[in-house]
């Protein structure tokens, strides 16, 4: 999984002048964040609006196919508003996404809103129960590693997770699938087809071979930064005073050096949640799970404007909120 | 022309010394070995294929037999051809958008250091707003709407590496900016091309090894996940990422059509990756930079 920390320079830039008191540092940054935020938000949206109605191509070509006449593509350019000069069409358009009317699906006709909101709600499901299994396992197997620092436990360790980063995604989920659920054990199901209508949690057996890909991915990519971090604090002086006072190697773990370790580990889980949301397209593809992601497979396949639309803004925004989060959160730890 | 050699601590060896250097490595050479095995593979592999890659000639899903060596895949191409034939798009596109977006990220991020001020301020800003928009979900925009041509895959791929790149340059470009050898070439009033090309370049030569690597990796992770999803190579041309999702349902009955395909995708990347992580730490403990 590629993952970019997007935290380092920003927040360096941001780090408060020494005249400023703490608070007010902290408030002006965030406002800094959130302007920077609607500015970045606007450019998505100028983006997305740009791509999808203004590219060669008519839209409303590729929407009826190549066997459209030229009335009905005439037709339905003026449903669509695309006889209408580009800059208030931008304008309308935002306009409805801003008051969360993102159209109607071409495909089904139903309104996006409604038809995205149970894929929202698997998706955040899934996204939740891998970042909860993600989060305590990095930090034991981090802790494990650093502890056994250059031992052959931490160097078989970095070598399975040098591997696990550098192989896609689909790859990964192939081999679980071929390993528990069709090639050798045959224990788990291959796919995830969750009914419409129910939730997610109400079909365990079909949840665990996506989380155990997410969380194998996320586990590597979190405890890899979770072992750094722990190695630079138990070289720290203090940690080293604990040592010479004699101090027993669980009081000085848990006391002294977690706390420590643990900071710069909680912007790095948020950059994490981030790409969580663009993997989880390949994810739920391979899955055939019903979440977002692989509803923008779905839509892009059946030439779904309004729906590649919504979904696009969608993963955006959060992917940028949690990339936001990790940087504030950077900032405030570089500041203590 | 006389140029001042960098004297002072920390100085970065020329590039000759930088390969050998990197190549000490165990994990680099092994890293190198299979970049190259792969790609060799892929580029051999088209002309040793013992039928069609695209001819339908057995039943879907056929066992080993009659002159195949593995089976046929879903719809009854033999699968040996398909997986000889199935890198070398991904690798010449692999190779093109890492090329790219190497060049275009180094460029900015060598601009941006050297100009200072308001061009490094907006040029920066800009990689923040491109860097919040995953590549892969960009990638699906721009394909839904103008279909999955190569070229297109290869440029969308190559500009999402450059804002990264350009940062990582341009952090690895300042400290240069402030060396003798380059205030001296400012000085004297050489091109800014000059400077950047003859100066600077082969100073940041180090973090660019590494960012190769790596770079690599993610193109080739992107297009293999971007073929799985059928918006990469279009059927019914053979490929690796798109091999696997199309034998993906037969997986009980014909495995390996799905896992050689996932493992040579694999071993391209991993190779990339056990280069770039290689490399990085040779560098690391030999000019004590961060890896």
């Given at each position: 999984m590629a993952i970019e920390t997007t935290t380092t320079d920003g927040a360096v830039k941001a780090a408060p002048t020494p005249d400023r008191s703490r608070r007010t540092a902290l408030a002006w940054l965030i406002a800094r964040r959130a302007l920077m935020g609607l500015v970045t938000l606007w450019c998505i949206s100028v983006i997305v609006f740009v791509a999808t109605?203004?590219?060669?191509?008519d839209v409303a070509k590729i929407i009826l196919g190549p066997s459209a006449t030229a009335d009905q593509v005439a037709q339905l350019n003026k449903n669509l508003g695309l006889d209408q000069p580009l800059f208030s069409q931008y304008w309308d358009w935002l306009r409805n996404v801003l008051t969360?009317?993102?159209?109607?699906?071409?495909?089904?006709?139903?309104p996006v809103s409604e038809l995205l909101s149970e894929r929202i709600f698997n998706s955040a499901t899934l996204t939740v129960m891998a970042m909860v299994l993600i989060l305590p396992l990095s930090l034991l197997v981090g802790l494990l590693a650093a502890v056994f620092r250059d031992k052959l436990l931490d160097r078989s360790y970095l070598g399975v997770s040098l591997i696990v980063t550098a192989t896609p995604d689909f790859v990964l989920g192939s081999l679980v699938v071929a390993l528990f659920g069709t090639v050798v054990f045959k224990v788990l199901p291959p796919v995830s087809l969750i009914p419409p209508g129910?939730?997610?949690?109400?079909?365990p057996q079909e949840l665990v071979m996506p989380l155990a890909v997410m969380v194998l991915v996320g586990v590597t990519y979190l405890s890899r930064l979770v072992r750094v971090s722990f190695i630079d604090v138990m070289e720290s002086e203090y940690v080293q005073l604990a040592m010479l006072k004699g101090l027993s190697m669980r009081r000085i773990l848990f006391r002294h050096a977690l706390p420590n370790a643990l900071a710069p580990s909680i912007p790095a889980a948020s950059i994490m949640a981030a790409y969580t949301i663009a993997g989880s397209v390949v994810i739920e593809y391979l899955f055939a799970y019903p979440g977002i992601g692989s509803a923008l497979v779905d839509a892009v396949a059946g030439h779904d404007l309004p729906m590649i639309q919504a979904i696009i803004m969608l993963m955006a925004a959060a992917f940028f909120c949690f990339n936001q989060l990790a940087d504030v959160l950077g900032t405030l730890n570089k500041s203590r | 022309m006389i140029r001042t050699r960098?004297?002072?601590?920390g100085v970065q060896a020329p590039p000759q010394n930088l390969t050998r250097r990197v190549l000490t490595s165990k994990q680099t050479r092994l890293g190198l070995i299979m970049l190259v095995t792969m790609i060799l593979f892929a580029i051999i592999g088209p002309f040793l294929?013992?039928?069609?890659?695209?001819?339908?000639?057995?039943?879907?899903?056929?066992?080993?037999g009659d002159g195949l060596l593995l089976g046929a895949d879903s719809?009854?191409?033999d699968i040996v051809s398909r997986i000889l034939s199935g890198g070398i798009n991904l690798t010449w596109m692999g190779i093109a958008a890492t090329a790219g977006g190497v060049i275009l990220g180094t460029a900015i991020g060598l601009v941006a250091a050297f100009a200072g001020g308001i061009v490094d301020t907006l040029l920066m800003r800009v990689v923040d707003v491109l860097l919040t928009f995953p590549t892969i979900i960009m990638a699906i925009l721009f394909i839904s709407m103008v279909g999955p041509s190569r070229w297109i895959l290869v440029v969308l791929v190559a500009i999402g590496l450059t804002p990264g790149m350009a940062r990582v340059m341009r952090g690895a470009a300042r400290p240069v900016m402030r060396r003798e050898h380059v205030m001296w070439a400012r000085t004297i009033g050489l091109s800014s091309r000059h400077i950047l090309m003859r100066e600077v370049l082969p100073s940041v030569t180090s973090p660019l090894m590494v960012e190769i690597g790596l770079r690599l990796m993610w193109s080739v992770v992107g297009l293999a996940s971007l073929s799985f999803l059928g918006f990469g190579v279009q059927p019914p041309d053979a490929d690796w990422g798109l091999m696997v999702s199309e034998n993906k349902d037969g997986l009980a009955i014909q495995p390996l059509a799905v896992l050689i395909p996932a493992a040579c995708v694999a071993l391209f990347t991993i190779g990339g990756n056990l280069f770039a992580e290689g490399a990085a730490r040779v560098i690391g403990r030999t000019e004590g930079a961060r890896s």
């Open positions: 109605q203004t590219m060669p191509g969360g009317n993102m159209g109607n699906s071409l495909v089904s006709g139903q129910d939730a997610p949690w109400q079909h | 960098p004297t002072e601590q294929t013992p039928h069609s890659p695209t001819a339908v000639i057995a039943k879907p899903y056929a066992s080993p719809l009854g191409r």
